[in-house]
């Protein structure tokens, strides 16, 4: 695929994926979960600027952007650390909801994991540099709502908040 194209297409699923964490942040009425979907959101905007920017010097220089990119979400090692540590109990609510919206953006960050793949395997140099650094931060997304999405599935954890305690 062409650097453009790819670009171009990578600016479509971070979109997508934006999109489904703003809309859920404005519908979901628990603070934690609104601040969950805030965080996903404002990282996938992120990712957005620094590709819309790469769009543009690439077609200006023919050149991808030195700039490190960077995510608010932490790795799959932290998230599931933090997950393990936490000890505070909260109440099952109609979650039905929230694991329809969870479903849905997993499902995006999969298939835009599978894409920055792509990219990865067919990309040399510059490109494959930075969609290899998409991809792991689109891991790390995956680890990230599979978090929150296995407590509605009853493993036991809520918005970084652990359901129950075996010990």
Do not use: C
Not at 6 to 32: G, L, N
Not at 119 to 135: A, I, Y
């Amino acid at each position: 695929m062409e650097m453009e194209k790819a670009i171009q297409t990578a600016i479509d699923y971070e979109t997508k994926i934006r999109d489904i964490y703003r809309d859920a942040a404005q519908s979901v009425h628990d603070p934690e979960g609104k601040k969950f979907f805030k965080m996903m959101g404002d990282d996938e905007q992120y990712h957005l600027d620094y590709l819309m920017e790469s769009l543009r010097l690439w077609r200006e220089s023919g050149k991808l952007s030195a700039e490190k990119l960077i995510s608010a979400v932490p790795s799959k090692e932290i998230i599931q650390k933090e997950t393990d540590k936490i000890k505070a109990h909260m109440s099952k609510k109609n979650l039905s909801s929230i694991k329809v919206i969870l479903s849905r953006a997993l499902q995006a960050e999969v298939e835009t994991s599978n894409f920055y793949g792509k990219m990865v395997n067919e990309m040399t140099d510059e490109g494959q540099k930075m969609f290899s650094r998409f991809l792991e931060i689109e891991e790390n997304h995956i680890a990230a709502v599979q978090a929150e999405l296995d407590y509605i599935t009853n493993t036991g954890y809520w918005f970084d908040f652990k359901e129950f305690d075996m010990e």
